[in-house]
Every structure is written in structure tokens, then in C-alpha cells.
């Protein structure tokens, strides 16, 4: 049973605009979330968190969203670049320890284009 | 090296084989972390190695999955008696020990893709 959820498989944006990733969960005691970026041929690596405490986290221009009553969370990027096309991973987990407490989605694969 | 190094890149067997996937991750990062991700799934979790205690193996699939680390190092994945079902991405990480953020400081390798025919 997927407990997170990507509904997107794909997603395109024109170089400039902005993209919106989305992610659903439906475990309530997830309590931290995490979006990771792969490119092909490499592994998935790290871009930004959330706290459950928090409803918004932004590093440049990244920025995190979390609705907890919708059990709802995106990912936007503004202004989106070519080299930001990638497979985004949302992943959550409760507790924030335990390697087998880290769930994640199917992946949403974004293309930028110039 | 710089990085979580995984071998082979890509392996294909037929069904029935057994097959060993090699991690060996960064110098230094006593934690160790399998996943695996079939196609149109999820990363699942698989097994977990911190030091020298016992592994956290609640994710393994089947008795016919099995993992064994080398004290702080290589890690090798073993899957006997291949399936079709066993077809997928299988994903090394090592970060530091477990603590606070942990998750955000995973560092995965670029994966083993298995094919089971």
C-alpha cells in the first residue's frame, strides 16, 4: 500500500515558469518530509525538507508547501531552468529515525524546456 | 571515494539464479541503507546496517533476500533463486549515524538495475 503518493508521472514547463510538484499522504503521524532529485545514471539526492510544525520552507527557489489537513504537500520552483529537469521523489516519514520509517513516492519526472 | 560506489551497473539473469549487488559507500558514513524501487513503485526500504549492531532487516521481501556489511564497509545484497518480481532498481545509501535530520543527509549510489528473465 502506497502511503505516499506522486499522481504525476510527468510534468513539462516552459524555462522561466514556474513548477508544481505535488505529493499526497495518507499516514497522519508522518511527521517530516523530504523532496529528492535524481538525475539518470545518478542517485537521488537531497533538496529540502519540511517539519510538520511548519507550512512553508523555502531555499532559493525552492519552496515547500505542507497542508496537513489535506495531507497534502508541493514543491515549487520558480524560476524553473533547463537544469532542473529531473525525477522528483517526495518521501515522509514519523519519527524521523528509523531508516525503515522513510517513505517515499513514485517520482514525478520534470522537463524544462528552453 | 567521493561517493556511494554500486556494482554491477546493470545485471541480467534468468529466473531461478542467484545474484550479489556491491555497495561500498562513503569513507567515514557507518550507516548503510538497501532500497529498492520496481518499476512504477516507490523506494522500498529493504535493510539497514549501523556499526556493529544487529541490522535492521524488516524490509527484506523474503528469506531469500539476504545482506551482509563488512564492519564499516562494502555491503553485498544476495537474492537466491531470482524471480521476475526481483526486476528493479536496487539503491545503495550510507550517511553518518542516525540522528535528528537524518534522512536528509543520505547519500545514494547511481543503483543496480536487475533484470530477471
Known amino acids: 500500500d502506497q502511503q505516499v503518493k506522486q499522481n504525476s508521472p510527468s510534468l513539462s514547463v516552459q524555462e522561466g515558469r514556474i513548477s508544481i510538484l505535488n505529493c499526497d499522504y495518507t499516514?497522519?503521524?508522518?511527521?517530516?518530509f523530504l523532496w529528492y532529485k535524481k538525475y539518470p545514471a545518478e542517485g537521488p539526492t537531497f533538496l529540502i525538507s519540511?517539519?510538520?510544525?511548519?507550512d512553508k520552507n523555502e531555499d532559493g527557489r525552492f519552496t515547500v508547501f505542507l497542508n496537513k489537513s489535506a495531507k497534502h504537500l508541493s514543491l515549487h520552483i520558480v524560476p524553473s531552468q533547463p537544469g532542473d529537469s529531473a525525477v522528483y521523489f517526495c518521501?515522509?516519514?514519523?519519527?524521523?529515525?528509523?531508516?525503515?520509517?522513510?517513505?517515499f513516492g513514485t517520482g514525478t519526472r520534470l522537463t524544462v524546456i528552453p | 571515494g567521493a561517493g556511494v560506489s554500486q556494482s554491477p551497473s546493470n545485471k541480467v539473469t534468468e529466473k531461478g539464479k542467484d545474484v550479489e549487488l556491491r555497495c561500498d559507500p562513503i569513507?567515514?558514513?557507518?550507516?548503510l541503507y538497501w532500497y529498492r524501487q520496481r518499476l512504477g513503485q516507490g523506494l522500498e526500504f529493504l535493510i539497514y546496517?549501523?556499526?556493529?549492531?544487529?541490522?535492521?532487516k524488516s524490509g527484506l521481501p523474503s528469506d531469500r533476500f539476504s545482506a551482509e556489511r563488512t564492519g564499516e564497509s562494502v555491503s553485498t545484497l544476495t537474492i537466491q533463486r531470482t524471480q521476475q518480481e526481483d526486476s528493479a532498481v536496487y539503491l545503495c545509501?550510507?550517511?553518518?549515524?542516525?540522528?535528528?535530520?537524518?534522512?536528509?543527509?543520505?547519500?545514494f549510489g547511481a543503483g543496480s538495475r536487475l533484470t530477471v528473465l
Open positions: 545509501a550510507s550517511s553518518f549515524p542516525l540522528a535528528g535530520d537524518w534522512a536528509n543527509v543520505l547519500t
Open positions: 546496517f549501523q556499526g556493529n549492531s544487529a541490522p535492521d
Open positions: 569513507s567515514g558514513h557507518t550507516a
Open positions: 519540511i517539519s510538520s510544525i511548519k
Open positions: 499516514n497522519s503521524m508522518f511527521d517530516y
Open positions: 518521501a515522509a516519514s514519523h519519527g524521523r529515525t528509523g531508516a525503515n520509517n522513510l517513505f
